[in-house]
């Protein structure tokens, strides 16, 4: 029974943020208001179904899990648009583009009230379901706090890397190889710091659980995964590493 509650929850989870996307694109004006609802309903998706998927891990394990990882990457690359449920992704824009930084706080803000509200909500569900048992909040964080942090930021650092090389060519099937990309790279990451890649996921998942200390999650996942973000700007801007990223996609396309 288990298995056909969190296939509904993620399911219902994903049409009824796909209804209010498309009525919040809609209905409003505003563009700073609609940015910020957009952001809370990206991240309440992403959380929440995020919090599911753990049970997917326990009943089937981590290859099965992974699917569907990668399939709900693909989702939001095309149902997101221009949302990005991401601080990092919201500070690049602020480096590169010269965004308001009032509008960069107030969509983080809304990126994890959105991410709280989701993970809660649906703890409660599980609450309910006396077939399974709800585990206590613990870390995913298994090795020290200096290694997750090099782990969360090298690996943030890799995968944005990696998405502006396939945004500047566009190669076909870009969104399915990003997609196996960063699912690659948190299966790598999974066992030794979670392989979150993003603040605002971890802090509607992990925040206050057993484990670590919240400064210590502030570090790894917070800390780290910014200044990954951080560095893959800085590393685009080298002429040899954004050569050497483009080279291969280059390279085919000159020899079809």
Same mark, same amino acid.
């Not at 288990?2 to 994903?14: C, D, G, H, K």
């Not at 909500?121 to 964080?141: F, G, H, I, N």
């Not at 993003?198 to 800390?223: D, F, M, R, S």
């Given at each position: 029974? $288990?298995?056909?509650?969190?296939?509904?929850? &993620?399911?219902?989870?994903?049409?009824?943020?796909?209804?209010?996307?498309?009525?919040? $694109?809609?209905?409003?004006?505003?563009?700073?208001?609609?940015?910020?609802?957009?952001?809370?309903?990206?991240?309440?998706?992403?959380?929440?179904?995020?919090?599911?998927?753990?049970?997917?891990?326990?009943?089937? %394990?981590?290859?099965?899990?992974?699917? /569907?990882?990668?399939?709900?990457?693909?989702?939001?690359?095309?149902?997101?648009?221009?949302? #990005?449920? /991401?601080?990092?992704?919201?500070?690049?824009?602020?480096?590169?583009?010269?965004?308001?930084?009032?509008?960069?706080?107030?969509? &983080?803000?809304?990126?994890?009230?959105?991410?709280?509200?989701? /993970?809660?909500?649906?703890?409660?569900?599980?609450?309910?379901?006396?077939?399974?048992?709800?585990?206590? /909040?613990?870390?995913?964080?298994?090795?020290? +706090?200096?290694?997750?942090?090099?782990?969360?930021?090298?690996?943030?650092?890799?995968?944005?890397?990696?998405?502006?090389?396939?945004?500047?060519?566009?190669?076909?099937?870009?969104?399915?190889?990003? $997609?196996?990309? #960063?699912?690659?790279?948190?299966?790598?990451?999974?066992?030794?710091?979670?392989?979150?890649?993003?603040?605002?996921?971890?802090? %509607?998942?992990?925040?206050?659980?057993?484990?670590? #200390?919240?400064?210590?999650?502030?570090? +790894?996942?917070?800390?780290?995964?910014?200044?990954?973000?951080?560095?893959?700007?800085?590393?685009?801007?080298?002429?040899?590493?954004?050569?050497?990223?483009?080279?291969?996609?280059?390279?085919?396309?000159?020899?079809?």
């Amino acid at each position: 029974m $288990s298995i056909v509650v969190t296939t509904l929850t &993620i399911a219902t989870q994903l049409w009824m943020s796909h209804i209010v996307r498309d009525f919040l $694109s809609g209905k409003v004006g505003n563009q700073l208001l609609k940015g910020c609802l957009l952001e809370l309903v990206a991240c309440a998706e992403m959380c929440g179904v995020s919090y599911e998927l753990a049970f997917v891990n326990r009943l089937f %394990g981590i290859w099965a899990w992974s699917l /569907c990882v990668f399939l709900l990457i693909l989702w939001r690359e095309r149902s997101w648009g221009a949302t #990005t449920a /991401c601080p990092y992704m919201l500070l690049e824009q602020y480096v590169e583009a010269g965004a308001n930084p009032l509008h960069v706080f107030l969509k &983080i803000l809304a990126q994890i009230t959105g991410a709280v509200i989701s /993970c809660r909500w649906v703890k409660r569900l599980w609450a309910m379901e006396e077939e399974m048992q709800v585990p206590e /909040c613990s870390t995913d964080l298994q090795v020290p +706090v200096v290694i997750g942090f090099l782990i969360e930021a090298v690996l943030t650092c890799v995968s944005r890397l990696c998405s502006r090389t396939l945004g500047e060519l566009r190669p076909k099937y870009a969104s399915v190889i990003d $997609s196996l990309f #960063t699912t690659a790279l948190v299966i790598l990451a999974f066992d030794y710091s979670g392989g979150y890649f993003n603040p605002v996921l971890a802090t %509607g998942l992990k925040w206050n659980c057993q484990g670590h #200390t919240n400064t210590e999650y502030i570090v +790894v996942y917070w800390a780290g995964s910014i200044l990954g973000a951080m560095l893959s700007l800085r590393l685009w801007t080298v002429p040899y590493v954004r050569a050497t990223l483009l080279a291969p996609f280059q390279t085919k396309s000159k020899s079809q």
